[in-house]
C-alpha cells in the first residue's frame, strides 16, 4: 500500500491535516507532504508523484475543485473541509455512513468498491445512492395518439441498475449493512445535499453518456467544488 499524500497549498487545511493523519496512522503507512501551487505545470508535477500513492489528501478551496489533478491524478483524490464538526453542531445531527454516488459505469464500480471497503474499515453503512433526471419522448409521427411529450419513470430501471452494481459488493462483504437510495433531480446537488449527513462521500471521477448517463465528470467535478464532507473522487 503506497503513502497517504497531503497536498500543501495556500489554503489552511486543518481539517485536509488531521484527516490525512488519521488515515495514515490506521493504514499503518507514511504521511508525506507535497506542496501544490495553482499552476497547470504543478499540477501535471503534483499528479506524477502520486505514481504510487494510497490517495491524494487536499484542503477545500472556497469551491475550487482541483480540475487537473482531478483528471490526472494516479490515485484517489480526497478533498476535505475545514468546518465538519461546527456544521454538523449546527444542524443538529450526527453524521453516519459512507455515501457513494452510483451509476452502471466501469469507474462507478470501482468508486463503490473503494466505499465499500472504507465502510467496512470504518464500521459504517454503505449509502449507495443512483439519481436520474425526468426525461420525455414524444410519439412518432402519423400515429393517433398523444402527442405532447410523455415523462418516463426511470425508478425501476435505475433501481435494477443499482441492484445489480451491489451484487458484487454484498457478495464480498456480507456483514456490511448497504442502504439503497433512489433519488429524482440533478446527481450533483442530490449527492452535495446528502454529503452534509455522511461521514465520508464517494463518487466516480465520470460516468457513462447517453440515456443510463447519472453521473458525468461534471457531476464529480460539482462535488469536489462544493464538498459536505470529506469526498474522495475515484478515477
Partial sequence: MGDVILGVTDADGTGAREWAFRRAEALGVT????????????????????????????????????????AHAHCPVAIVPDRLDADAEARDVARTGVLVGVDASEVSARA???????????????????????VSVGTEPGLDLWTGPMPVDLTEATAGMLERMLEPVRAEHPQLEVRSRIDVG???????????????????????TGLSRLLLGSVSERVAAHVGSPTVIVR
Fill in 31 to 70: 504521511l508525506r507532504e507535497l506542496l501544490i501551487a495553482p499552476t497547470r505545470d504543478d499540477a501535471d508535477r503534483a499528479a506524477a508523484a502520486t505514481a504510487d500513492a494510497e490517495i491524494l489528501v487536499l484542503p477545500e478551496e472556497h469551491g475550487h475543485a482541483y480540475r487537473a489533478l482531478l
Fill in 112 to 134: 463503490l468498491d473503494f466505499a465499500a471497503r472504507e465502510a467496512v474499515r470504518t464500521g459504517e453503512p454503505l449509502v449507495a445512492l443512483a439519481a436520474w433526471e425526468p
Fill in 186 to 208: 440533478d446527481a450533483s446537488a442530490l449527492i452535495e445535499d446528502a454529503s452534509r449527513g455522511a461521514v465520508l462521500t464517494v463518487v466516480g471521477s465520470h460516468g457513462r
